[in-house]
């Protein structure tokens, strides 16, 4: 018999975390900012799809659970700028293999569900 998975399940107590690590829009900016510090408007431009107020909150969430560091510069226009912490970039080598494997098995995931929804 399976082990019911409720609120003390160690999964469960897991879940807030990985929900905002499996999150679509957070695992493209962690990739992206695997490969270093982006500016918002970069970050904009290689995301192709996501709302200026969506990246806002991706930005946000992951700052505030500590995987992304936001640092202002006093310029004119103010220069914003956004890293992985240290902790983000060991996630960050999990995302990308992540996004590799997704890559690699893209067409064969397709094909599965086409031949599921045809049946």
Known sequence: MRETVGEHHPTC???DVL?????KWSVLVMDLLGGGPMRYS??????EGISQRMLTLTLR????????????TPTSPPRVDYTLT????TLSSQVAGLIEWA???REYVAASRLRYDAS
Do not use: Y
Request: hydrophobic share 30%; glycine share 12%.
């Open 13 to 15: 107590r897991l879940r």
């Open 19 to 23: 929900d905002r690590v499996g999150d």
């Open 42 to 47: 970069e970050l904009q431009r290689a995301i």
């Open 61 to 72: 969430s992951l700052e505030r659970d500590g995987l992304v560091e936001r640092t202002v």
């Open 86 to 89: 240290p902790v983000g970039q």
């Open 103 to 105: 890559g690699r098995h």
